[in-house]
C-alpha cells in the first residue's frame, strides 16, 4: 500500500515502466515524423501496443490505490498545478497508444507487436505497396488526437520533472525519494 512515507513497488514499477518507454517513443515518434524514418514505425507501434497494456495496469492500479497521500501540506494553488499535471499525464498516457492504434488501423497501415499482426494492412490489390483507409474519419480523428496528446504529454512531462526538482532542491522533501523506492530524508 501507498503511504505519505513510501510508495508501493507496484507503484514504482509502473510508473517507471510507463514513464522510461514513453519518453522513448515521444522521441522516435518526434523523430519518425520530423525526419521521415519510415522504417521505424513498425518499432514504434509494436512498443506502444506492448506499452498500452502496461499503461492499463497502471491506471487500474491508480484507481484501486487513489492518488498518493503528498509527503507535505502545499499551497491551493500548487496541489491544484500538480492534480492537473497528474491527470494530464495519466489521460495522455491513455490516448496516445489508442489514438496510434486507431490511426493506424483505421488507415489502413494495420498493427501489431513485433510481426504479430493485430489489426492487417488493408492492402490495395491495384496498386502494390498502397494501402486503403478503412475509415478516413477515424483515421484522421486518430491522427489528430495522437498528436495532440503528444504535445499535450511533452508538457506534461516537462512541468512534472520541473515539480520533482522543485521538491528534491528546492523544498527539500522525499517526494523523490519516494518514487525511486528510498525513504531517507536529505
Not at 511533452?154 to 528546492?170: E, Q, R, S, T
Amino acid at each position: 500500500m501507498d503511504t505519505v512515507n513510501r510508495l508501493s513497488w507496484v507503484t514504482i514499477v509502473l510508473h517507471w515502466l510507463v514513464a522510461i518507454p514513453m519518453i522513448g517513443l515521444i522521441s522516435l515518434g518526434l523523430l519518425m515524423v520530423n525526419l521521415e524514418l519510415f522504417d521505424y514505425y513498425g518499432l514504434h507501434k509494436s512498443i506502444g501496443v506492448m506499452l498500452a497494456a502496461v499503461i492499463l495496469l497502471r491506471v487500474a492500479w491508480r484507481i484501486r490505490q487513489g492518488w498518493p497521500t503528498p509527503v507535505a501540506s502545499y499551497p491551493k494553488a500548487q496541489a491544484l498545478l500538480a492534480k492537473a499535471v497528474h491527470w494530464s499525464l495519466i489521460i495522455s498516457t491513455v490516448l496516445m497508444p489508442l489514438s496510434g492504434m486507431l490511426f493506424s488501423g483505421a488507415s489502413g497501415h494495420g498493427f501489431g507487436v513485433f510481426g504479430l499482426s493485430l489489426v492487417s494492412e488493408n492492402l490495395d490489390a491495384a496498386k502494390p505497396g498502397a494501402v486503403i483507409p478503412l475509415s478516413k474519419f477515424w483515421s484522421t480523428v486518430g491522427q489528430t488526437v495522437h498528436e495532440y496528446m503528444g504535445y499535450l504529454l511533452i508538457l506534461a512531462i516537462i512541468v512534472h520533472i520541473a515539480g520533482v526538482i522543485k521538491h528534491h532542491y528546492f523544498d527539500k522533501d522525499t517526494t523523490l525519494l519516494r518514487m525511486l523506492g528510498r525513504h531517507k530524508m536529505l
